[in-house]
């Protein structure tokens, strides 16, 4: 978790369906705005993932300067920060002229690429308590093992607990970031009205590309029953979407980010990526994560879970039911999303298919998903997934409908240990 997938009311237009709704696993996503929509980055119906409102993402680009480009520069060489407090640095970043333009993308390179920042903005600590040091392991843990190339601005709130105040101050950072200066001020006014409400989410955007991905994490995750432990599901699946959806952008060969001009034009904010991969893909790599952060809880168990969640939204479905169906749709069936049990089994599937897809799963689709997008934009990501798995999207699509439809023994016999789970690498 998740990809089309609810932050702030405004976000209803800058996200256009990646909505993780916490309210159990099935909910989580890629850049879930915090509405009453629940849409998620990934849920999207035509995959763009943000909203109406980025329509001008990238083509205010051109009113950046070179001089903006330098003092970006300058003031990312000198800047020091300790315990992720950034200090809202990245906020006020000006988006950069790209470094080179071609038929179909625009590129950049950012001052920040040689080591991405992770940033938390934690409101009212002390109402908080140990679960900020709980996030802040968490981001160490991540520096090390799970790198990101994109710096992480991560805001931690109680949505119900924090004081107007506080809440204000949240709002007022996330505008900042994610919205141009004229723009934030509207952005504030429309986001009062939803807190209590807001649900998990994280990715980032061509429009503040620059400025990195947010992730948006709020107390009422690790007050679940299963406790704290359990609540870093959630962390873990929206950092994941901001690794997912950084890669969209990033080109390997050249070390350069690029934007593309057809997606400015038609303002959807992301290349199309099917909502079952973006959240079952973020659900997948959240136990894979988990189970190397010594925390109290069974990968196979989470993993299970995923599975269960799966046949329930399964319940009283004909032969036609598929996996294919929740490419654009994430449609909740006897109160599950099959798009999160559902896409998570299918990474499970797949790795049982050959060990070395782990590591496939976790990062080398992610990292041919640029090139291939902009070699085929109407197909991209399925060319990513016939070319790093080696077999064609039909043929596993048939394969794995077979398979969610055998008896649960017989399901349950592919998911890997909780020793497997642990020692699996993405190196």
């Not at 654009?328 to 070395?356: C, P, V």
């Amino acid at each position: 978790m998740t990809f089309k997938s609810l932050f702030l009311i405004f976000l209803v237009t800058l996200i256009l369906n990646f909505s993780c709704s916490k309210d159990n696993e099935s909910n989580s996503t890629v850049r879930e705005s915090n509405t009453t929509n629940e849409i998620e980055q990934t849920d999207n119906t035509d995959n763009s993932t943000t909203s109406s409102s980025e329509s001008n993402q990238e083509n205010n680009s051109s009113n950046s300067n070179n001089s903006s480009e330098s003092n970006q520069e300058n003031s990312s060489s000198t800047h020091d920060y300790t315990d992720f407090d950034c200090d809202n640095w990245f906020y006020d970043l000006p988006r950069p002229e790209p470094v080179s333009v071609d038929n179909t993308h625009r590129y950049y390179t950012y001052s920040w690429q040689s080591g991405p920042m992770l940033c938390l903005n934690s409101y009212e600590p002390s109402i908080l308590g140990e679960r900020v040091e709980k996030v802040k392991d968490f981001l160490r843990w991540a520096e090390v093992n799970m790198p990101n190339i994109i710096p992480i601005n991560v805001f931690y709130i109680d949505q119900i607990n924090a004081s107007d105040e506080s809440k204000l101050q949240h709002t007022t950072d996330f505008c900042n970031l994610v919205r141009e200066p004229g723009e934030v001020n509207t952005c504030i006014n429309e986001s009062n009205g939803s807190w209590g409400e807001r649900s998990h989410g994280a990715g980032v955007y061509g429009s503040y590309l620059h400025k990195g991905a947010d992730l948006m994490i709020y107390d009422d995750a690790f007050k679940h029953s299963g406790g704290v432990d359990e609540g870093m599901y959630y962390l873990n699946h929206e950092y994941f979407h901001t690794f997912q959806t950084g890669h969209m952008f990033y080109f390997e060969e050249n070390k350069q980010f690029g934007i593309s001009i057809d997606l400015e034009k038609k303002s959807p904010p992301l290349p199309f990526l099917p909502i079952w991969m973006g959240e079952g893909g973020a659900d997948f790599a959240s136990i894979a994560m988990m189970a190397k952060q010594n925390l109290n809880i069974d990968p196979f168990d989470q993993a299970v879970a995923k599975l269960d969640q799966a046949i329930k939204a399964m319940e009283g479905s004909n032969s036609s039911f598929s996996l294919k169906d929740f490419e654009s749709e994430n449609t909740r069936i006897n109160e599950e999303y099959f798009a999160y049990g559902g896409g998570a089994m299918a990474h499970i599937y797949l790795w049982n298919l050959n060990k070395d897809n782990f590591k496939k799963l976790m990062v080398e689709y992610y990292s041919i998903f640029a090139e291939k997008y902009r070699l085929n934009p109407e197909s991209g990501w399925k060319d990513a997934f016939e070319d790093t798995f080696g077999i064609t999207l039909e043929s596993f699509y048939s394969d794995f409908d077979s398979f969610m439809r055998q008896d649960r023994d017989s399901q349950i016999a592919i998911i890997k240990s909780a020793e497997e789970w642990e020692n699996a690498s993405w190196n």
